[in-house]
């Protein structure tokens, strides 16, 4: 069974930096995609940061480059959004998605191209 559990949300200031977590379990971070997405309250989900493993070809969503970077670590079966200058904007819950099969391209950001979630951890960024 798959499943990821993410962590490491909270409340900062503008300026300030928060580290995500998404701990995956039921498969092995070999191949596929994986991503972040994020949903503030009224607003659609929409992607933030993906890799495909494998290749480790990194996508950003132009709002966050240069000040959010994702990355996994194999030996923990661990994705992770490093979130730097925070702005209140970035205020949304965080979600990880996973998809075991293909690359990202053409399926990211698209939400319909992940079949695998965790149950989201909230961001709040105070000004």
């Known amino acids: 069974q798959v499943l990821l559990v993410e962590s490491g949300g909270g409340s900062v200031h503008a300026g300030g930096s928060l580290r995500l977590s998404c701990a995956a379990s039921g498969f092995s971070m070999t191949g596929g995609c994986m991503a972040w997405f994020r949903q503030a309250p009224g607003k659609e989900r929409e992607g933030v940061a993906a890799i495909t493993i494998g290749s480790d070809t990194t996508y950003y969503d132009d709002s966050v480059k240069g000040r959010f970077a994702i990355s996994r670590d194999n030996a923990k079966n661990t994705l992770y959004l490093d979130m730097n200058s925070l702005k209140p904007g970035d205020t949304a819950v965080y979600y990880c998605?996973?998809?075991?099969?293909?690359?990202?391209?053409?399926?990211?950001?698209?939400?319909?191209?992940?079949?695998?979630w965790g149950q989201g951890t909230q961001v709040t960024v105070s000004s």
């Open positions: 998605a996973a998809q075991l099969f293909f690359g990202c391209s053409g399926r990211y950001p698209s939400t319909s191209g992940f079949p695998y």
